[in-house]
């Protein structure tokens, strides 16, 4: 346990940065994906064009030269300077919003077409269609692979370590390269992947609930 109590400080850095990374990429991603999403069934061609453009782009460029672009290219551009964890949240989620609105456009095709065709016969505009009828139900029925997703992006919160952010998949190096810091690679490498499980378990524990809410609403 020396691993652990003999590296706190370090410890504390990496689980904040990587929940930093986590919860704000995933909130960009989620609310990103849903504009996206909206914008792959929209009824303007030019609102599906852009959409398709955006998900066939991002989502098929490796994740790594994302980061490559925000950490390297976004400063370059002299647009005003922002902190390596400011650059992972941004990169981890607009990449991962490609999948959330995959995801949602998915659950939307589930969704029965009579019942937007019911709301549009009523007056509702497309925005009111999507937001009281549409993706409420959509959302129940992508509960599991839209977890998932957010477990893949749990996962890849490891590649901004080779971005000088100090997150799980950085310990072991901070470690190693420390003097007298107790614990070899192996026991750091072994410890960061028990957080990551347990990390994992809380996120599956997360969908099971709201799996048995929205069946119980059904």
């Given at each position: 346990?020396?691993?652990?109590?003999?590296?706190?400080?370090?410890?504390g850095t990496a689980i904040k940065n990587t929940l930093l990374v986590f919860f704000g990429g995933g909130?960009?991603?989620l609310v990103l994906g849903i504009i996206v999403g909206a914008m792959r069934v929209s009824p303007v061609p030019i609102a599906r064009a852009v959409g398709t453009?955006?998900?066939n782009i991002v989502r098929n460029t490796p994740l790594t030269l994302v980061f490559f672009f925000f950490?390297?290219?976004?400063?370059?551009?002299?647009?005003?300077?922002?902190?390596p964890a400011v650059l992972g949240v941004l990169a981890i989620?607009?990449?991962?919003?490609?999948?959330?609105?995959?995801?949602?456009?998915a659950g939307i095709n589930t969704v029965p077409v009579g019942q937007a065709e019911a709301a549009r016969a009523i007056g509702l505009p497309f925005g009111q269609v999507m937001t009281l009828v549409v993706l409420p139900q959509a959302f129940r029925s992508v509960v599991p692979p839209m977890m998932s997703v957010f477990i893949a992006l749990l996962k890849n919160t490891t590649v901004a370590a080779g971005f000088s952010i100090a997150e799980l998949g950085a310990l072991r190096a901070a470690v190693?390269?420390?003097?007298g810091r107790p614990g070899s690679p192996m026991e750091v490498l072994l410890w960061v992947a028990a957080v990551f499980v347990v990390l994992v378990l809380?996120?599956?524990?997360?969908?099971?609930?709201?799996?048995?809410?929205?069946?119980?609403v059904r």
């Open positions: 346990m020396d691993v652990i109590f003999g590296n706190l400080d370090l410890w909130g960009l991603a453009v955006y998900v950490v390297f290219g976004y400063p370059a551009l002299g647009m005003g300077k922002l902190s989620g607009i990449y991962t919003a490609t999948y959330v609105a995959e995801v949602l456009r190693n390269d420390s003097a809380i996120l599956s524990f997360v969908q099971n609930r709201l799996e048995k809410k929205w069946r119980i």
